[in-house]
């Protein structure tokens, strides 16, 4: 991608450099080259294994669970779905004896290493829940993500509704 990407910019660049009549072809190639330039800050991170817990008619709150993998160091900042009214992302960890989970601003993504969030761990909290999700139910996430230069993406994910039951959380304290 990178010598396509040389071959590229240094073909538009010597078109215009040599003083060639800027025809159509040269920025085209140098409108191409500008783009892929930018393809590597615009990396997309990957989202494998996402899943949300079911529900009982009722039951307000569940959390979302996924594994995240960026290419570049990067954070993800924010996560909304049209089946809940908030979403946050949560951490959960032992503090003095006690399991205790509170909100995060955001989960690091460090560059080419997996983030886990699940049960017990970090998590998103799909809160005020607009109905019940049924094991087999799809349930649309909107991931926001940051890189190092502040500049966001967002990823659509789909995640499966499993069975309530599915891996119990510990118990837990705000």
Wanted: no cysteine; net charge positive; charged share 20%.
């Amino acid at each position: 991608m990178h010598r396509f990407v040389q071959s590229l910019r240094g073909a538009a660049v010597s078109s215009i450099a040599i003083g060639a009549p800027q025809t159509h072809r040269a920025r085209q190639l140098l409108v191409a080259a500008m783009m892929a330039m930018t393809l590597p800050a615009a990396a997309q991170v990957a989202v494998t294994d996402a899943w949300v817990r079911g529900t009982v008619p009722g039951q307000k709150v569940t959390g979302a669970f996924m594994q995240l993998k960026s290419p570049t160091d990067a954070a993800l900042v924010a996560v909304t779905s049209p089946v809940a009214k908030l979403a946050e992302i949560h951490e959960m960890k032992q503090d003095a004896g006690v399991m205790r989970m509170r909100a995060v601003d955001k989960v690091a993504l460090p560059a080419g290493k997996s983030v886990e969030f699940k049960p017990g761990g970090y998590h998103v909290m799909l809160m005020d829940v607009t109905g019940p999700l049924k094991e087999g139910d799809t349930v649309p996430l909107t991931l926001t993500v940051e890189d190092r230069a502040g500049k966001k993406q967002t990823l659509e994910v789909k995640a499966r509704v499993k069975a309530l039951t599915a891996a119990d959380l510990p118990a837990h304290k705000h």
